[in-house]
Every structure is written in C-alpha cells, then in structure tokens.
Nanobody, 123 residues
C-alpha cells in the first residue's frame, strides 16, 4: 500500500510559477513510478507528467511540455511538479499517483492516488 499527500496548490496569476509536492509513505518509494494528473469538472483525467522509479526517465503531456518539470527525491520520498508560465487553462485539481507499471501516461494503471490539490490560475 502507498499513501500519497499532495501540497503546494493555490491561486496564482497567469505567467507565474508554482511547485507542487507529493509526499509518499508505505512501500519502498524508490521502486515505484510516479505520475501527475489533472482534472476539471466534466472532463477526463489528463496525464501531466510521469517519472520512473530512479528518476532517469520522464514523460509529459503535450499541453505542458516545455513548461512543467517533474522530479523526485527518493531520500525524501517526495515527487515534485515544477510549473512555469502557467495559464488559466492549467486550472485544475492536480493528483499525484503511483504505479509499478511502466506505461506512465495511462491513468487506469495507477492503483494509488492522492486526494488532490487545487491550482487556480487567474488571467
């Protein structure tokens, strides 16, 4: 079992930067792949970014490539999402998730989820 707790969300202005954190507890963090997803009301959960267990490989959704960066600190059992040049289209609830599968972009293969943190970007 893996427990995940996100933090760092809030209200920011367009063009600002924001860093989300996800603290993990439970099974060995260094052996699990991590992902960030986001969702707004009435829309499907969207893949934002994923990173493998060692941190050597990452992947991004098309809408955030070049603006967001995922990283992890296995010594702190924490994964981060650095968001830059945010726009109102980035407004969503952001979820941290964990999986042992390598196909990071598919939300259906993530069995462990955090409760989400709200990010609101004003224009």
């Amino acid at each position: 079992q893996v427990q995940l707790v996100e933090s760092g969300g809030g209200l920011v202005q367009a063009g600002d930067s924001l860093r989300l954190s996800c603290a993990a507890s439970g099974r060995a963090f260094s052996s699990i792949n991590m992902g960030w997803f986001r969702q707004t009301t009435g829309r499907e959960r969207e893949f934002v970014a994923g990173i493998n267990s060692s941190g050597a490989r990452s992947d991004y959704g098309d809408s955030v490539k070049g603006r967001f960066t995922i990283s992890r600190d296995n010594a702190k059992n924490t994964v981060y999402l650095q968001m830059t040049s945010v726009s109102p289209e980035d407004t969503a609830t952001y979820y941290c998730a964990a999986t042992y599968h390598s196909r990071m972009g598919d939300h259906s293969i993530y069995p462990y989820w955090g409760q989400g943190t709200q990010v609101t970007v004003s224009s």
